[in-house]
């Protein structure tokens, strides 16, 4: 079974390169076969018929185009001081930072208190907070891309908030000349 599969496949390439005829009718239409006609020339086919493509040489090298550098960014902040006791009774203070060199466009300020993001990114680097808790607290300012990306970070800064409790009773005070 194999034998006859190998002849019929030999057969068939044999036959792939079978003799091309040519000839010219009366009214002047050019014809191709592959059965001789009277008249009919047998056409030279070349090895082989493939398009030869030849392409010119460079003239010299381009230039080599280098990446641009990343910009390094830094965020200072400038409000509060490192280590600074804000006394607020309400819980409020402002953050203030800065970026040298000038920020990108496009991009937005994040604050983060004792890691986690404080209210929405904003287009200016000045933070009001409201009703924060007593205690230590550390603060972060991100620049970030508008796809969220981290583009710069703040060293952390500790901050402590000294606010009244309402644990703290007024203490009663005796009047005098009773």
């Known amino acids: 079974m194999r034998t006859l599969t ?9 036959a792939s390169h079978a003799t091309v005829y040519k ?11 592959d059965k001789p006609h009277p008249n009919a020339e047998v056409v ?3 090895e082989s018929s493939a ?3 030849s392409m010119d ?3 010299g090298t381009l230039p080599v185009v280098k990446k641009a550098e990343a910009i390094e960014y ?3 902040i400038l409000a509060p001081d490192k280590d600074a006791t804000i006394r607020s009774n309400e819980g409020k203070f402002s953050v203030m930072a800065e970026v040298l060199p000038e920020r990108p466009a496009n ?3 994040v604050l983060r208190l004792d890691g986690k993001v404080w209210g929405d990114p904003l287009e200016l680097p000045l933070f ?5 808790d007593r205690g230590e607290h550390s603060i972060e300012v991100q620049l970030i891309a508008r796809n969220g990306k981290v583009i710069a970070s703040s060293e952390p800064r500790t901050v402590f908030l000294h606010r009244t409790s309402v644990l703290q009773q007024p203490k009663a005070v005796p009047l005098s000349g009773n």
């Open 6 to 14: 190998l002849l019929g496949l030999l057969s068939l390439s044999l």
């Open 23 to 33: 000839w010219v009718d009366k009214d002047g239409n050019v014809h191709f076969s």
């Open 44 to 46: 030279e086919l070349q």
């Open 51 to 53: 398009n030869q493509i």
């Open 57 to 59: 040489k460079p003239l």
């Open 74 to 76: 830094q965020i200072n």
């Open 107 to 109: 991009s937005l300020w």
């Open 128 to 132: 009001d907070l409201d009703n924060i």
